[in-house]
C-alpha cells in the first residue's frame, strides 16, 4: 500500500473539469518535457564529465579554459528565450483566468475560521458546498470575515485568496459533472486543514430542483432549522452531534441539561448557557479546551435564528 | 600579541592560544567567532530538524498521529521560523563567510571584529527571545507572519517578531561588515577579479543583507505595534491592507531567499574547481550573475503573491523579472559544467556535496521556472509543489553547499582531517533521503495537497508516507555526519595545511591558522584558481 | 588624516541660515493654499533641505564615490519598494458585490 | 570603535595599514548603516504614501488636528542642533575641544527641547482621546472619516520612531561629549564625533520630510 497503485497514477494531476484546467495541464506538460529534457543536459553532462573526466593519475594536467564568449552567450540567451515563451504563455493563460465572464451565475463566497459560506442570489445560503450548473460561466465574487483564507479548486487548476474587508473575484466554467474538493490554501489557524468543501457539477434541471428545495428552509421545522444552521454555520466541523468524540470543541451530543465543568466553576448545560457560548465563547471555557479558539457569533444570528440552534442541541439524544 | 612571528611550523593556532571560555566569549578573531555561531547555528539546526521530524511524522497517515492541530501549527511555525532565521540565513555567511572571508582574501580580521562579536551577541539574544516565546503562548502564524491572522491569534507573535528584528539586525550588522571587509582589506596585488568566487557570493550576499533586511524590521515593527497599538496600517479594519504587508514582508523575504543560496553557490564554484582541479570557467560571468541575481531579486518579489489580489498588471512584472533571474542562475549551472570538462575529478565528500547540489539544484531550478509562470503557479501556490521546490533549492541547495563546504574546510578549521568513507556514507543517506522526503512532495503537490495541513485526504496517504520515510534517511545522515565530525576531532589524522591542493589564499598558511591567519601579510600575483 | 577637507565656519552658517529660510518657506506655501500642488510643492522643498544637510552637515559632498553611491542606492531600492507596491495597488480592479 | 590615545598620532587597529585606511573604512561602514536606516524609515513613508494616495481626505482631516507651529518649532529646533552637531565636528577638526564639547551639549539640549515639545503635543493629543488605530475616541474626537486612527497610527508611528533615534542620538552624542571633554579627539582622529553626527543628521532629515508630510499636507 506504500507504492502507488495505477490508480493513483492518474491523480498526479487531479481530474481536469474545465477548459481552462485544460490549458493549464497543456503549459504544464510543456513545462514537465521541457524541464525533464533541461535536467538531462544538467544532470546527464555532469555525469557524463565527472565520470569521463575523472583522475586518472596524481600529475595530470588540466588544460587552461578560463572562458568562452560565444558558449557563454548562447547558453545565456537560449535560456532567456525559452524563459520568455514560458512566462508569455504562462500570462495568457492568467489572463483567460483572470478575465470575468460578463453575464455569469454569481455566487458569493464568505471565508471564515473555518468554512465557506455560500450565498446565492436567490438567499439560499449553505455552508461548505457550492452547486452549480454544468456549461455555465459562474462568477464567485469572494470574501473574508476574519483573516486570510484561499479558495483552491484542484479541479479547475482555479485558486484566489480572500481577503477580510475587500472582494475578490474568480470564474470557473465546469464540462464536467461530479464532485469536486475546495480547500482552504492561506493558513488561516487550527482547523485549516479541515476547511474543505465540496464543488458539486449538475446539470441544470437538477441544479433549479436543488435551488428550489434550499430555498423552502423557512418554512421547515425550528429544530430542523437549527439542523440545517448548525450545518450552514460549519458549527459541526469542531462540534460533534452524533457521539461525544472530542473534535476542536466539545462534543455536544446528548449535552443538554448535564452539569459541565467550565473555567467559570460548574454550570448546568441549559438555554442561558449555550446562548452565551455562541455569543460570547470565552465566557465559560469547557474545561480541557482553550479560550479564543471559537469565534463570537455576535450579529451574525437573530434571535429566532438561536432559538432555533438551541432547539436543535436540545434534541441531540 | 606576538603570534604574527610563530613560524607555520609553530603549533600555536587561533585554538589553543588563549585557553578558557572566556577567551572565546570576548575573543575578537573571525575565526572564533565563525566557530562560536557554527556551535550555535548547529545547535538550532538540531531544535529545527527535530520539529521537521514531527510534522513529517504528524503526516504520516490521515488523521491526528501524535500533535493536536493547534500544536501541529506551533511545530510548523518554528520549524520555518528557525530554519529560516536562526540557521540557512545566517548560517554560511556567519559560519564559513566569518571564518574564510578574510583568510581567502588575505587580511589578518574582519574590517569590524568588535562589531563582529556584538553580531554573535545580538544573534543570540534574537534567538533567546525566539526560543523563551515556546514557554510561553506558542506562535501558530507560520514563518511569514500574514496579517490579519498575525494580528488576531492569541499567541506570542509581539515576541517572535522582535526576535526576528533583533536577529535581521545581527544580519544587517555581519553583512555591513563584510562589504567593509570586501572593500578595504584585500592583500596587496589581491584586485577584485582575483577574490576567490566565494568571497564574491559572500559580498553580493553581504549587499542583499544590508539594504533588504531594514524593511523586514519595519514591517515587523509594524506588525507589533499593530498588535500592541492597533495602528491599522495592515488591518483591513481601519482600512489597512493585509495585501501591502505582503510587499513588505516578500521585499525582504524574496531576497533572503538569495540570501540563503548565494553563498551556497560561492562554496560551490570553490568545490567544483577544487576537486577537478582545474580554472574555474568563467570566473567573471559567475562573479557577475552573483551581483546580478543579488540586484534583479529585489524586484521579483510578487511572484509569491499571483494569487493573493495583487493585481494582473503587477503580477505580469513579477512574472517578467522573475523569468530574468532564471537567467544568471542558468548561467552559473553552466559554467560548473564546463568547469568540469576536461577536470581531473575527485570524488573526495566535498566533491559529493557539490554534485549533489547541482543535481538538486537543477531540479529546484526548473521547478522554480515552473512556479514563475503564472498561469500554472495558480494551480501549485500554496501546495506542497511550492513545499517541495524550496526545500530542493533551500535544502538541496543550502545545506548540501554548507555541509560541502564543512567537509572541505574541516582541515583547515580545525586542523583534523574527517574520515572520508564515512562522509560519503553521509553524503549517500542525505542524497537519497533526501529526494525520497521531497520528490513525492512534487507530486503531492500536483495532486492538489495544500501547505500547512494538518490532515489531509485519503488520495494523498501513500506519497506522504514515503515521504515522512525519507525524512528518517535525512536524520540519520544528519546523526552520522555529527559522529564523523566528533571522531574526527578527537581521533582525526593531524591535516597538512593543504589537504585538497587548493590554490585559493586560505590553503597557504598553517592548519589550523595562526591568531593573526598569516605570518607574513600575502602579496597575491596569480588568480584564485591557477592550477 | 590631516589631509581631510575641513568645510569653513562660514559655510556652515550659510547652510544653517538656507534651512531655516527653507523651512519657512514650507509653511508660506501652506498658508497659501496651493491645493493639488501643496504635497509635491512641500515635498520638493524638503527634498532640497535634504540635500542641503547630506552634502555639506554630512560632509557627502567632499567625501570619496564610494560613499555616495552608497547612499544613492539606499534611495534607489527604497523607490523600488514604493514603486512596485504602488503599481499593485493602483491598477487592482475593484470588484464589488452585488447582493 | 578603536583604542587609542590622547595626544598626537592615533594608533590604528593592526589589521588596518594606517589610520587613514582605518578612518575610510569606518566612514563606509558608517554609511552603510544609514543607508539601512534610511530603508527602515522609508518602508513607513512607503505605508504613509500609499495611504495618503487611498484617503486624502481622511489624511487633510488628521493633518488639521495637528498644530503645524509645534512641528514648525520643532522644525527649527531640529536644525540648530544640526548645525551645532556640525561645529562640534569642526571644532574637533579645528583642535579645539573645549569649543567642540559646548557645541556637544548645545545639541543634547536642543535634543531635550525638541523632545519636551512632542511630550507636549503627545499628550495634547492623548487628552482629546486622540489615540492610534482602533484605539481613537471616537465618541470625543467625532471624526468625518470612520479610519482616522489610521493616520494616527502612523503619526504615533513615525513620530515615536522618530523620537526614540533622537533619544539613542542623544546618548551617543552625550558618549562623545565626554570624550571630547577628556581630550580623545584632535584633527588626527575624530572618526567617534563623525560617526555620532553622521546618525545625528540623519535623525534631523527623517524630520525635515515628517514635518511638511505630517503636519502641512493636506
Not at chain 2, 214 to 228: D, K, Q, W
Not at chain 2, 438 to 454: C, N, S, V
Not at chain 4, 16 to 43: N, P, R
Not at chain 4, 66 to 92: E, H, K, P, Q
Request: hydrophobic share 50%.
Amino acid at each position: 500500500m506504500f507504492w502507488l497503485s495505477p490508480a493513483h497514477a492518474q491523480t498526479f494531476m487531479p481530474t481536469a473539469a474545465s477548459d481552462i484546467a485544460g490549458d493549464v495541464d497543456n503549459l504544464y506538460s510543456f513545462l514537465l518535457i521541457s524541464s525533464f529534457i533541461s535536467c538531462v543536459i544538467l544532470i546527464g553532462g555532469m555525469i557524463y564529465f565527472v565520470y569521463k573526466y575523472r583522475r586518472k593519475s596524481p600529475n595530470d594536467k588540466t588544460p587552461r579554459i578560463t572562458h568562452n564568449n560565444f558558449l557563454e552567450f548562447l547558453w545565456s540567451f537560449i535560456p532567456l528565450v525559452i524563459f520568455m515563451v514560458i512566462f508569455a504563455w504562462g500570462w495568457k493563460v492568467y489572463h483567460d483566468m483572470r478575465s470575468m465572464p460578463e453575464n455569469g451565475l454569481e455566487i458569493h463566497v464568505t471565508g471564515k475560521q473555518w468554512a465557506w459560506e455560500i450565498q446565492y442570489k436567490s438567499g439560499v445560503t449553505t455552508s461548505n458546498e457550492v452547486v452549480v450548473p454544468i456549461d455555465t460561466d459562474v462568477k464567485l465574487i469572494m470574501t473574508s470575515r476574519d483573516v486570510l483564507h484561499s479558495f483552491y479548486v484542484p479541479s479547475f487548476r482555479i485558486k484566489q485568496d480572500v481577503i477580510p474587508g475587500r472582494y475578490t473575484t474568480l470564474w470557473f466554467n465546469s464540462n464536467k459533472l461530479g464532485e469536486f474538493h475546495i480547500f482552504c490554501t492561506e493558513y488561516c489557524g487550527t482547523s485549516h486543514s479541515g476547511m474543505i468543501g465540496k464543488l458539486r457539477v449538475v446539470t441544470r434541471e437538477d441544479y433549479d430542483k436543488w435551488l428550489e428545495q434550499e430555498s423552502k428552509f423557512s418554512t421547515l421545522p425550528i429544530a430542523e432549522r437549527g439542523a440545517k444552521l448548525f450545518q450552514n454555520k460549519a458549527c459541526a466541523s469542531c462540534h460533534s452531534v452524533v457521539d461525544s468524540s472530542v473534535r476542536v470543541g466539545p462534543a455536544l451530543y446528548q449535552k443538554f441539561g448535564k452539569q459541565q465543568i467550565t473555567s467559570a466553576g460548574e454550570v448546568t448545560v441549559d438555554e442561558e448557557y449555550l446562548r452565551e457560548s455562541i455569543l460570547n465563547p470565552n465566557a465559560k471555557i469547557v474545561k480541557g479546551f482553550n479560550p479564543n479558539i471559537m469565534p463570537s457569533f455576535q450579529g451574525q444570528l437573530n434571535e429566532a435564528e438561536l432559538l432555533a440552534i438551541i432547539e436543535y442541541i436540545k434534541g441531540l439524544k | 600579541m606576538g603570534t604574527a612571528a610563530h613560524g607555520s611550523n609553530s603549533n600555536v593556532n587561533y585554538l589553543n592560544e588563549f585557553k578558557g571560555i572566556k577567551s572565546w566569549l570576548l575573543s575578537l578573531d573571525h575565526k572564533r567567532i565563525g566557530l562560536m555561531y557554527m556551535i550555535s547555528i548547529l545547535t538550532f539546526f538540531f531544535v529545527g530538524g527535530i520539529m521537521a521530524l514531527l510534522i513529517r511524522y504528524e503526516l504520516f497517515a490521515p488523521g491526528k498521529q501524535l500533535l493536536s492541530p493547534d500544536q501541529y501549527n506551533q511545530v510548523m511555525t518554528y520549524h520555518g521560523a528557525m530554519m529560516v532565521f536562526m540557521v540557512i540565513v545566517p548560517g554560511i555567511p556567519a559560519i564559513l563567510g566569518n571564518f574564510f572571508l578574510p583568510l581567502q582574501i588575505g587580511a589578518a580580521d574582519v574590517a569590524f571584529p568588535k562589531l563582529n562579536l556584538a553580531s554573535w551577541y545580538v544573534f543570540m539574544f534574537g534567538a533567546a527571545i525566539a526560543i523563551s516565546t515556546f514557554f510561553s503562548t506558542k506562535v501558530d502564524t507560520g514563518w511569514t507572519f500574514y496579517t490579519p491572522y498575525s494580528i488576531k491569534t492569541g499567541t506570542a507573535v509581539v515576541a517572535m517578531v522582535l526576535a526576528a528584528f533583533v536577529m535581521g539586525m545581527s544580519s544587517i550588522l555581519t553583512g555591513l561588515n563584510f562589504i567593509v571587509t570586501v572593500h578595504k582589506l584585500r592583500a596587496p596585488g589581491m584586485t577584485m577579479f582575483k577574490v576567490p568566487l566565494f568571497v564574491w557570493a559572500i559580498y553580493s550576499t553581504a549587499i542583499l543583507q544590508v539594504i533588504a533586511t531594514p524593511v523586514l524590521a519595519i514591517t515587523l515593527l509594524l506588525l507589533a505595534a499593530e498588535r500592541l497599538f492597533g495602528v491599522g496600517v495592515f488591518d483591513p479594519a481601519l482600512g489597512g491592507d493585509p495585501v501591502l504587508f505582503q510587499h513588505f514582508f516578500w521585499f525582504y523575504s524574496h531576497p533572503a531567499v538569495y540570501i540563503m543560496i548565494l553563498p551556497a553557490m560561492g562554496i560551490v564554484s570553490e568545490l567544483i574547481s577544487a576537486f577537478s582541479h582545474k580554472v574555474i570557467f568563467g570566473y567573471k560571468a559567475i562573479a557577475y550573475s552573483s551581483l546580478g541575481i543579488a540586484a534583479v531579486s529585489f524586484i521579483v518579489w510578487g511572484h509569491h503573491m499571483f494569487v493573493s489580489g495583487q493585481s494582473e498588471i503587477a503580477g505580469v512584472l513579477f512574472s517578467f523579472l522573475t523569468m530574468l533571474v532564471g537567467v544568471p542562475t542558468a548561467i552559473k549551472m553552466f559554467n560548473w559544467l564546463a568547469t568540469l570538462y576536461r577536470g581531473s575529478v575527485t570524488f573526495y565528500s566535498p566533491m559529493l556535496y557539490a554534485l549533489g547540489f547541482l543535481f538538486l539544484f537543477a531540479i529546484g531550478g526548473v521547478t522554480g521556472i515552473m512556479l514563475a509562470s503564472m498561469g500554472v503557479d495558480v494551480h501549485f501556490h500554496d501546495t506542497y509543489f511550492v513545499v517541495a521546490h524550496f526545500h530542493y533549492v533551500m535544502v538541496g541547495g543550502t545545506l548540501m553547499a554548507l555541509m560541502g563546504g564543512f567537509y572541505y574546510w574541516f582541515p583547515k578549521m580545525f586542523g583534523k582531517m574527517v574520515d572520508d568513507r564515512l562522509a560519503r556514507m553521509t553524503f549517500v543517506l542525505i542524497f537519497i533521503g533526501f529526494n525520497v522526503t521531497f520528490f513525492p512532495q512534487f507530486i503531492l503537490g500536483a495532486m492538489g495537497m495544500p501547505r500547512r495541513y494538518f490532515d489531509y485526504i485519503a488520495p494523498y496517504e501513500s506519497l506522504n508516507k514515503i515521504s515522512t520515510m525519507g525524512s528518517w534517511l535525512i536524520a540519520s545522515g544528519f546523526l552520522l555526519s555529527l559522529y564523523a565530525m566528533i571522531k574526527a576531532l578527537k581521533s582525526g589524522e593531524k591535516a597538512p595545511s593543504n589537504p585538497w591542493g587548493a590554490k585559493t589564499l586560505e590553503w597557504q598558511t598553517s592548519s589550523p591558522p595562526p591568531h593573526f591567519n598569516f605570518d607574513k601579510k600575502p602579496t597575491v600575483t596569480g588568480g584564485p584558481y591557477d592550477y | 588624516m590631516s589631509q581631510h577637507h575641513v568645510i569653513p565656519f562660514k559655510t556652515y552658517m550659510k547652510v544653517a541660515a538656507a534651512l531655516v529660510a527653507l523651512t519657512f518657506l514650507t509653511v508660506i506655501c501652506h498658508e497659501l493654499h496651493l491645493g493639488p500642488l501643496a504635497g509635491p510643492v512641500a515635498f520638493l522643498i524638503a527634498a532640497v533641505k535634504a540635500a542641503l544637510v547630506l552634502l555639506y552637515f554630512m560632509h557627502l559632498k567632499y567625501d570619496n564615490m564610494q560613499n555616495r553611491v552608497i547612499f544613492g542606492s539606499g534611495l534607489i531600492f527604497l523607490l523600488l519598494l514604493i514603486g512596485f507596491s504602488a503599481l499593485d495597488i493602483w491598477t487592482r480592479v475593484q470588484s464589488m458585490s452585488t447582493l | 570603535m578603536t583604542t587609542n590615545v590622547s595626544h598626537g598620532e592615533h594608533h590604528h587597529s593592526h589589521h588596518f595599514d594606517s589610520a587613514e585606511h582605518e578612518y575610510s573604512s569606518d566612514k563606509e561602514g558608517l554609511w552603510l548603516f544609514m543607508v539601512t536606516e534610511i530603508l527602515m524609515f522609508g518602508g513607513l513613508f512607503v505605508a504613509y504614501a500609499i495611504f495618503h494616495s487611498i484617503y486624502p481626505e481622511m489624511f487633510s482631516e488628521g493633518a488639521s488636528h495637528l498644530d503645524w507651529r509645534m512641528g514648525f518649532i520643532n522644525t527649527l529646533v531640529l536644525i540648530t542642533s544640526s548645525l551645532t552637531m556640525a561645529l562640534g565636528i569642526f571644532y574637533n577638526q579645528q583642535n579645539q575641544p573645549k569649543k567642540a564639547f559646548w557645541n556637544l551639549i548645545a545639541t543634547i539640549l536642543l535634543g531635550c527641547c525638541f523632545l519636551v515639545i512632542k511630550y507636549l503635543e503627545y499628550s495634547g493629543k492623548f487628552h482629546h482621546g486622540i489615540y492610534p488605530g482602533r484605539f481613537l475616541d471616537m465618541a470625543v474626537v467625532n471624526p468625518v472619516h470612520q479610519n482616522l486612527g489610521l493616520y494616527f497610527g502612523l503619526y504615533f508611528c513615525m513620530t515615536g520612531l522618530h523620537g526614540i533615534h533622537v533619544v539613542i542620538g542623544m546618548s551617543l552624542i552625550g558618549w562623545v561629549a565626554v570624550r571630547t571633554y577628556k581630550g580623545h579627539f584632535n584633527s588626527h582622529y575624530y572618526t567617534p564625533v563623525e560617526g555620532v553626527g553622521i546618525f545625528w543628521h540623519i535623525v534631523d532629515l527623517i524630520w525635515i520630510f515628517l514635518f511638511p508630510l505630517l503636519y502641512l499636507v493636506g
